[in-house]
């Protein structure tokens, strides 16, 4: 079965909100773990990575959270656009697992 | 740089039947990728290729589907006969030696449909 899976479905937040999409594992000994994001009618495009020495990583607008005490990561969106909408998937290697995905949508 | 190429973008066919999709990954990418993505999941690996050599195809249902990579450099996923379940989208991915560690870059996918 999938070792990755997401919290929610769905999302709905404000436009110039951040938002916070959460995502468990199961598998401990996972070392590495990317974000996803795939807009409608597209693959999907990596966003960010984190490995498993590291409880923080920082991006553009994007912070992805790692918490190995209770197999749990999140992906932080600052100031949250329009063009965030989209399905985002917390994925583990090798090879790449994707969990279900949560619909991210932004409300103007 | 040119993106991943794939095609059709979209085929519609009935049970029993057969499609075949082609994939031309981004140049000197050694990798490939062809992932299942069912609507409302996320993508399922279906079969990795390493150049012309196969990696990992333990979820390539190989009664009905097969894939090539011939030269490594493009590829073709083929499905015969097709059933209902199999509609999907079918993802091609692609990624290099230099690549972050699980950095793909997708194409835009084929939908396939089966009546």
């Known amino acids: 079965g999938e070792s990755v899976g997401l919290h929610l479905p769905t999302l709905s937040v404000q436009e110039g909100d951040n938002s916070i999409i959460n995502c468990a594992y199961s598998?401990?000994?996972?070392?590495?773990f990317i974000w996803y994001k795939q807009e409608s009618g597209k693959g999907p495009q990596f966003i960010i990575d984190?490995?498993?020495?590291?409880d923080k990583r920082q991006g553009q607008r994007v912070t992805v959270l790692l918490n190995k005490t209770v197999k749990h990561l999140s992906l932080q969106i600052a100031a949250t656009q329009p063009g965030d909408s989209a399905v985002y998937f917390c994925a583990e290697r090798e090879p790449l697992v994707f969990g279900k995905g949560t619909r991210l949508s932004v409300i103007a | 740089e040119a993106g991943v190429a794939q095609s059709p973008r979209y085929k519609i066919i009935e049970k029993r039947q057969s499609v075949a999709f082609w994939c031309n990954p981004i140049s000197g990418h050694a990798t490939l990728y062809w992932y299942q993505q069912i609507l409302g999941q996320g993508p399922k690996l279906l079969i990795q290729?390493?150049?012309?050599?196969?990696?990992?195809d333990s979820q390539l249902p190989k009664d009905r589907f097969s894939a090539e990579r011939l030269k490594g450099v493009d590829s073709t996923l083929k499905i015969q006969p097709a059933k209902l379940e199999d509609s999907a989208v079918y993802l091609c991915a692609s990624s290099s030696g230099t690549s972050r560690a699980g950095e793909l870059f997708f194409g835009e996918g084929s939908r396939l449909t089966v009546l």
């Open positions: 984190i490995r498993s020495n590291m």
């Open positions: 290729f390493q150049n012309n050599g196969v990696v990992d």
């Open positions: 598998n401990s000994a996972s070392d590495y």
